[in-house]
């Protein structure tokens, strides 16, 4: 008798003497499927010749008390409904890691497919997805810097920094300059200066000026603060820089009425209406 589980080298000619017992499949069929769809195997012997050794079965699927078991020699009666759970494929590790490989590969694929057959079919939804997927690594990566207490001032600028963003996207008119220098301008906002003269296309904050109040209100960084440092890092970095040129196409949604009413409750009016950037 061999044990027909991939990987068990048992077979009666060198468990002679031993306890390990042989089993052959049950006879009900739904037991039956069980046990072979648990085996892994596609090429299945003849049922009369299927047989699972004792050493894939738990302890508790086997009648009597164990004491009795394993001081008694040779056949051991399995339970009725037991299933065979110990497997030797299933501490394999390697064989385990590569097939994760394989299968993040594989959804990694089928994501992409997704979504350029999305950006084709629905290229205001697929926006919306890239600002709110470039929105959220901006939280995070600040969340990260006010860990630290020397960042703490930063706390109260993330949400409006994110928000900058949307605004930035929905603003540019689908120019990547303008996008651009909208977006790094909230260095300038952030340490009190509205109006600046390095820029090309975008040399103010506005329309609207601030409010004494607002001013007075709105915790300033001081420009080159260890905070500021902290936030000038994330704005200017270099690969979040490139995917925004992505978020230009933002000014073709206005056909689609629903899209851009919900993301019009991200729209900031930068120093004008109730919650002008800086404030929360
Ligand atoms: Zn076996
Ligand atoms: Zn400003």
């Known amino acids: ?91 394999r590790k390697p064989e385990r890691k590569l097939s994760y490989k394989r299968a993040q590969i594989r959804e990694k694929i089928a994501k992409d497919e997704i979504t350029s057959e999305m950006r084709k079919k629905y290229p205001s939804i697929i926006h919306q997805y890239d600002v709110w997927h470039l929105s959220k690594w901006i939280k995070k990566n600040l969340g990260k810097k006010v860990k630290t207490k020397i ?64 001013e007075r209100k709105t915790k300033w960084l001081e420009d080159g603060s260890a905070a500021y440092v902290a936030l000038e890092g994330v704005v200017l970095n270099k690969k979040l820089l490139k995917d925004i040129e992505k978020l230009t196409e933002f000014h073709h949604t206005g056909d689609n009425v629903e899209v851009h009413s919900q993301t019009s409750s991200f729209f900031i009016q930068r120093h004008v209406g109730q919650n002008p950037i800086g404030s929360d």
């Open 151 to 214: 960042n703490e001032s930063l706390l109260k600028w993330i949400q409006s920094v994110s928000n900058h963003l949307w605004w930035c996207s929905q603003t540019c008119g689908g120019d990547a300059e303008v996008l651009r220098e909208k977006w790094v301008s909230i260095l300038n906002h952030v340490v009190n200066k509205h109006r600046w003269k390095n820029g090309k296309r975008f040399r103010k904050c506005g329309p609207g000026r601030l409010s004494r109040r607002k």
């Open 1 to 91: 008798m061999y044990c027909m589980v991939p990987g068990c080298t048992i077979c009666s000619k060198k468990t002679k003497g031993s306890d390990i017992s042989y089993h052959r499949l049950p006879n009900d069929q739904q037991m039956r499927r069980t046990w072979l769809r648990r085996v892994r195997r596609d090429n299945l012997p003849k049922a009369n010749s299927c047989y699972f050794c004792s050493a894939h079965f738990t302890p508790d699927c086997f009648e009597g008390s164990l004491k009795e078991l394993f001081g008694m020699k040779g056949k051991k009666a399995l339970k009725s409904g037991s299933v065979p759970s110990i497997f030797p494929f299933l501490h």
